[in-house]
C-alpha cells in the first residue's frame, strides 16, 4: 500500500516522523490496523539501517565493513522476521 511505500522512503532520511504518524493513525478510530502500522515502522526502520549501512560500505574502511557487515545482516533478518512472522 501507500503506507508502505511513504515508510520506505520516510527511512531512507529519518524513522522518528514515519513512527509517530503512524502511531497516531493507527490509534485512530477507521485509521490503519496496528498490524500494518508496525510493519511499515519496522520496513523504516530497515530501510534506515540499509542506508547507514551502504554509508559504512562506501565511505569505511575495509576493517570497518568487514566487522560491520554480520551485525547489519543480523539486524536485517530480525526485523524482517519479526515484522511478517511475529506481528
Do not use: C, H
Amino acid at each position: 500500500t501507500g503506507i508502505y511505500l511513504s515508510s520506505a522512503l520516510s527511512g531512507i532520511a529519518d524513522v522518528d516522523a514515519i513512527t509517530l504518524s503512524l502511531s497516531q493513525l493507527s490509534s485512530q478510530a477507521g485509521g490503519e490496523s496496528m498490524q500494518t502500522a508496525a510493519r511499515a515502522i519496522v520496513l523504516a526502520t530497515m530501510v534506515n539501517t540499509g542506508i547507514k549501512a551502504g554509508i559504512v560500505v562506501s565511505t569505511g574502511a575495509p576493517s570497518l565493513r568487514r566487522a560491520m557487515l554480520p551485525g547489519v545482516a543480523l539486524i536485517a533478518a530480525a526485523g524482517i522476521g519479526a515484522a511478517f512472522f511475529l506481528i
